[in-house]
Each structure stands twice: as C-alpha cells, then as structure tokens.
C-alpha cells in the first residue's frame, strides 16, 4: 500500500507477486494487484484478480463494487448491474453501489430509476457533490429546473472549483430563458478550466440564438480547437459560415466516419454529408444521409426517445379527447389574454411571434416554454385522472407559472404569446380556462414543412427523426384542428406562411387585428431588434426581413416521399 500510495505500481507489483508466490490466497495482495491493473485501465486483468479476490471472501462489497466498475468500464453493462445488486443485497445503503448504478440507469435512459437512486445516495451521505451534480442533469431531464438549479448550487458549495456544475448552471439558466446569467455561469467553468469545449459550444449556442454571431462563430472554434474529432462543432460551424463545407472538410468528415467513431459524430457527420449533397442536389443521397443521421440520433436519445413517441402518438391524444374539468362550475372571465401560437414545426411559427411583439405595445414572448404540456400532465399523475378539478383553480396555478417565466406584466395588460407549438393537443383547455385567449395556427405548404423539418435536427422531439412518424404526427394534428373546429367555430385563426411572407403588410395587418392589437410598420421590422432571442431553428432567418418564400425548391422531394404521404387526404 505504501508504494501504492506514491503510485511507484511496479514496486507494488513486484512485492503483491512475492507473497502470492508463497500464499496464492493471500487476499490483500490479490485485490491490491486488481486496483493496480485497474488504475493503469487494464480493467480485463483488474477483473481477473477480482474474481480470484471474490471467491475468497464472496460477501466483500467493496469486492463486488469495484467487480461492478470493472465490467462498466469493459461495456458489460448487465453485469456491472448484477454486482451492483449484489452488494444492495448485503448494505442497502452502500453509497458506491447506489451511486454508480444510478449512473448506469443514467447513461442507459431509465431515468426514473436512476434519478430514485440518486436521491437514496443523498439522503446516506448529504456531503456529496457528484451525487448533487448527477440529481441535478436528471432533474435537469425531468424540466425540474428549480429542483435542478438547487442541486447543482450544492454541488458548487461542496466543490467550489466544480467547472461541469458551473456549466449545466447555465444549461438551466438558458431553459428558464435568463442568456444572461447562463453566459456569465458558462465563462465561469471555463475560467476553471479553459479546456471545456462543452462551456465553449454552449457559449456559441447562445450566441448563436441571440444574434451575435461573431461571437458565436469563436466559440465554436474554441470548442473545435479542443475536441477537432467532435463533428459537432463543424455542425454547428456549418449552420454559421457560408462558406464552411469545403472538399477539406468533406474529406476529413468521411475518413472520421471510415474509423470506428462515436455515435455522436454519426449524428453529427451524416447531417453533414447531406448538405454536401444537397448542395449538388443528389436529393436521393441527401436523404439516404439525413435517414442515417436520424436512425443515429433517435438511437443516442435510447428509451427517453422510446417513451417520446409513445406519450405522442398514445399518451398525449388521451389527453386531448378526455380531458375536463368539474362540471357546472361558473367560468369567470380572466384579465389574462395569452395568444398561442400552434401548429407543425418548420411552418413560419418564429415570425408570427416576433411579428406580434414588435409593435406598438411590447408584448413578452413564451417561445416553446411547454407550459400546458407539463402542467397538465403533472396535474394528471397527481389526480390520476383527466378530471382536472376546478377551472378557477387550474387558471390561478397555471397563471403563477406564466408569472414565474415573468410573462405576465399588469403594465402590458396581461398579454403575452406562447408559441408551445403541440398547444393543440390542448385547445380544449385553452377554449375553457381563457376566455381572452387567442389561438393562432401557422400553416405551411406540407411538403415544404415535413422536408424542412427533415432536414434539420429538431433534438428533443421524438417523432421528428422517422418520416412515418412526421407524416402520422401531421395527421394527428390535421384531424385534431378539424375536430375542434367544428366544435368551436371562429375561435382558431388560420395563417398561410406562403401568404403571409408574399404579402406581409396586408397580412401581418389582419394578424394584429385578430390579436386586438394595433398594427405599426415596426412589426415588420423585428430583425432590427436586439434583444431578440430565438432557439428555434429559424434563428437566423429572424434576424433578416420577410422575404418572398418559394415550395418550388422542395418539388423534387415529393417522389422521395410519396409513399409515406399517399395514404394522408391532406397530403398534395
């Protein structure tokens, strides 16, 4: 242990196989050696001396705990699994134990098991900041934001030079919608540590949505610089500089995906190439890459993707047919007059928020904040029910959120846009809860709107990575605006993006006099703004004036698509 202790691991060695010479059962020296192989990454000569070690004393956790860390490390996830079980089995409390399987349920998306797991390690041992820190990335999954900031806050107090903590500080300042804050806590991990390319594309990310995009293109430089093998960064490099995809970098984006690359950059690689090809307009190739790039993708997101496409293809149209409220019940006129703003991604959804709040009044904008979507479902497993109780009492708790996300200004009378596009699966309880409310549907030529939602990577939503699933995830939004239409006539106003871009001014002036707001030439000046933030794949485009917008460059996909979009009436 002494040589051990100055890491001299020969000398250790050495003396571990001196007395096994003379005692092959000597257990002290047989599980000393497991820790040196270990230490040196030599996991398949740690397990062998570990599973000598274990025969010897079968019930010695911390045995059966570093058995466990081996068979992670060599990728034998259920039998990491099952040592980590074993010494549950012995000390229900062991820290290590709960601890590292939590990370494995983790990094395999049982996300409720692992954060469970989690939450055990710290009610043993309070005092430990990595625990903090991992409750707070799954906190962080869960959109638990408050539960994750005060996690990772811990993590920071135990650790006070905690870089990664610093860094998913900012991640959930940049969720709560706070650039500021997220940028200053995402410097300070890089102060800590000037190598972390995660802090530097995180940086260039928000740049990117703010529209700074010198800065965002150093960012991502620094971030590249550091990890020159992560395509991410040229990903995100690409989406910046026009003038980024040359054969150079073609070249080295294929030999990387030629050697065994992680699946990150399968990801990452295969959208490239399609934009190569789709430069050259090979449109059979373009979308031979971006299936890959989806396939890869839908594949890293692993169950939580799984349960993705379950919650809105089963899950979440449960909720739009059965929802209600107490019956009889008065609903009482509400001061608050959000306008939702709903429809498919890729349909022009960005522009009719900022066209909204660039005029004469300034409105808060929501963007995506899904607030109904998680309120209504965390209503739904509270009550186990789709009775949501009473309508007054669902309308102050909801409004106290929107307050929160500082939405609600009684100086602006209230009025705010929420552009959480799936909102109609909640038309229903928009309809009851706000009589003020308007409801705006950004429709899109759908040819246009399914390739250009293909051809970008929408990351957190499940069905927008399989062209069956776009194609069934429109017709359910087709028959869903039908359905409520008929129900409720006048209530939802249609808006043509192909329309709305060729004329501008006589649309954008029946838009605002829908959302019984006046209309101002500033309204169709948003992209001089600059405290305009958009994390919408439109993000540059916002930051440019309307221009004419053609479905004629999206024609040759339809023969590419036909097959999945023939058996849909709404599909031309």
């Not at 079980?85 to 062991?94: A, F, G, H, Q, R």
């Not at 990094?107 to 390690?121: D, G, I, P, R, W």
């Amino acid at each position: 242990n002494r040589f051990l202790q100055k890491k001299n691991f020969k000398a250790a060695e050495v003396i571990c196989y001196k007395i096994l010479s003379v005692d092959k059962n000597h257990f002290d020296s047989i599980s000393l050696l497991a820790n040196i192989f270990g230490v040196n990454g030599d996991y398949l000569k740690a397990k062998e001396f570990l599973n000598k070690a274990i025969k010897i004393q079968p019930n010695n956790t911390s045995i059966l705990n570093n058995l466990g860390t081996a068979s992670k490390e060599m990728g034998e996830l259920n039998e990491a699994i099952s040592f980590y079980k074993k010494v549950l089995e012995i000390d229900s409390n062991n820290v290590n134990a709960n601890f590292n399987l939590g990370l494995i349920f983790y990094n395999s998306n049982e996300l409720a098991k692992a954060k469970n797991l989690l939450e055990k390690v710290i009610q043993i041992q309070p005092n430990y900041a990595m625990a903090h820190f991992n409750l707070g990335n799954l906190q962080k999954e869960f959109k638990q934001l408050k539960e994750a900031k005060i996690s990772y806050l811990k993590a920071i107090e135990l650790k006070s030079n905690f870089g990664n903590a610093y860094n998913n500080l900012g991640l959930v300042f940049y969720e709560i919608g706070n650039s500021k804050e997220a940028i200053k806590y995402y410097n300070k991990a890089i102060e800590i540590n000037p190598k972390h390319a995660g802090a530097y594309n995180n940086l260039g990310r928000i740049y990117t949505e703010t529209g700074d995009f010198e800065k965002a293109i150093s960012s991502h430089q620094a971030a590249s610089k550091l990890e020159p093998e992560n395509l991410m960064h040229n990903f995100y490099l690409s989406e910046l500089k026009k003038d980024f995809l040359d054969t150079k970098l073609k070249k080295e984006i294929e030999k990387n995906l030629e050697n065994n690359p992680p699946k990150s950059n399968l990801v990452f690689g295969n959208f490239l190439l399609s934009r190569y090809v789709q430069k050259e307009k090979s449109y059979q190739k373009e979308i031979d890459y971006l299936t890959k790039a989806h396939n890869y993708y839908f594949d890293l997101k692993g169950e939580k993707f799984k349960l993705g496409i379950k919650y809105c293809f089963e899950d979440v149209l449960q909720v739009a047919n059965f929802i209600e409220f107490e019956p009889n019940e008065e609903n009482n006129d509400s001061k608050i007059k959000p306008i939702f703003i709903i429809g498919v991604p890729r349909s022009g959804s960005t522009l009719v928020e900022k066209v909204i709040s660039s005029g004469k009044k300034s409105i808060p904008m929501g963007e995506e904040i899904s607030v109904l979507e998680h309120f209504v479902n965390n209503k739904i497993l509270e009550k186990k029910s789709f009775n949501l109780g009473k309508i007054k009492s669902f309308r102050d708790e909801i409004i106290d959120i929107y307050k929160e996300k500082n939405l609600i200004n009684q100086e602006k009378e209230s009025i705010f846009t929420d552009k959480s596009l799936n909102n109609f699966f909640y038309l229903k309880i928009i309809n009851q809860v706000f009589s003020g409310a308007k409801v705006i549907n950004c429709k899109r030529n759908v040819l246009a709107s399914i390739m250009s939602i293909y051809q970008n990577n929408l990351t957190e939503l499940a069905w927008a990575h399989d062209l069956e699933n776009i194609f069934k995830y429109f017709d359910n939004y087709f028959q869903l605006i039908e359905k409520f239409k008929k129900q409720y006539p006048g209530f939802i106003y249609d808006l043509d993006f192909e329309k709305f871009t060729n004329e501008p001014e006589i649309e954008s002036k029946k838009l605002m006099k829908f959302c019984d707001l006046p209309w101002d030439k500033k309204c169709l000046e948003f992209y001089k703004r600059k405290d305009i933030l958009s994390k919408t794949t439109s993000r540059q485009q916002i930051r440019k004036a309307i221009y004419k917008n053609t479905v004629d460059r999206y024609l040759p996909y339809k023969t590419f698509l036909d097959k999945y979009g023939d058996k849909y009436s709404w599909y031309i």
